[in-house]
């Protein structure tokens, strides 16, 4: 499947809830079987489209965390209070209930198995969705591009896919935190936020290709820094939401 999918040529599918997982204590992974799924690349997203008894709908946009996996998709989904559909995913969703789903959406931010060097991942908070697909989808493809991953997180308890990172660490991907609001005490990685000395100190000398995704400021602020520091800002690929939805 190649370039991005138009949504007036999209059709809303129905995905039923195989499975589902806690990730952390506000974020949850589900897993959905979607009959006549096209399939996609890591990095794309989908829509979500949910029906209430009284007719009334809401929709919000997800970005996949799996690997191309034949009919399934895995969406990993952040609770936010405020929100209309996350709280419904993320606590009152079970097995065998089955929700609208429409994608996959994009092809810009997508991974490039072969992107003439190395390849920086920087993900904030739940940004690291679309990351962790594409780590994922390297891992399946025996892929051997060198890649670093910076994942930023308030804490270590924040931190999402945390059991997997560490499996999937080796055979040339290196993943590096920093957890900006409170550290182990043992803790050997970054405390601070992501700024332009960090990066600096953290994307590989050859550095052909980033993906930065995130809330819109922690985008903005990383991609800025790149490029102040002499990257080309056609190599750098960013994916944001905003503080509201969910």
Known sequence: ???TAVLGRLIWRA???????????????LVLEVAGWPGHRAGQHVDVRLT???GYQAQRSYSIASAANGSRVELTVERLDDGEVSPYLTEEARPGDVIELR???G???VWDPAPGGAVLLVGGGSGIVPL???ARQRAVDGDRVPTRMLYSARAWDDVIYRDELERLGGDGLDVVYTLTREQPPDWTGYGRRVDSDLL??????DLALTF???PTPFVEAVAEALVGLGHDPSRIKTERFGPTGG
Not at 15 to 29: C, D, G
């Open 132 to 134: 962790m697909a594409m």
């Open 200 to 205: 600096d100190e953290v994307a590989p000398a």
């Open 1 to 3: 499947m190649e370039g």
């Open 212 to 214: 930065v995704c995130g």
């Open 103 to 105: 994608g996959p959406i």
């Open 15 to 29: 995905a039923e809830v195989a499975e589902l997982w806690l990730e952390t204590s506000s974020v949850k992974t």
């Open 52 to 54: 209430a008894e009284d």
């Open 107 to 109: 092809g810009f931010f």
